[in-house]
């Protein structure tokens, strides 16, 4: 999940909080294209692809996640976390160097 945030960041030096909340629903919807592509691809009276079953559980993890005020991730509204996030090389140990806060979709 780091990874796919560290990723996607621009040249911003912070996000306010309405630009961060944005970004943590594009990341639950970031399979949306595939999710539809596959119920298409779906026939009758047939079971679901194992992939298509995966994605819809992802994103439901993730929608409850936000909404209920339990997605962490890096605190983006501070100029010092965004600056730490964008030089982490991706190490697992060092995840607690960096200031994770849940966030919370209204």
Known sequence: KLTWFQMQLDERPF????????FMVEYVERNEEEIKSLESECRANRPIPARLSLLQTLR?????ELHSGIFEMVDLTSVKCV?????WSGDY??????????????
């Open 15 to 22: 996000y306010a909080m309405t630009d961060a909340l944005d």
């Open 60 to 64: 439901k993890k993730d929608q409850e």
């Open 83 to 87: 600056k730490a996030f964008r030089e």
């Open 93 to 106: 140990n060092a995840i607690p160097l960096l200031k994770i806060i849940k966030y919370k979709r209204q």
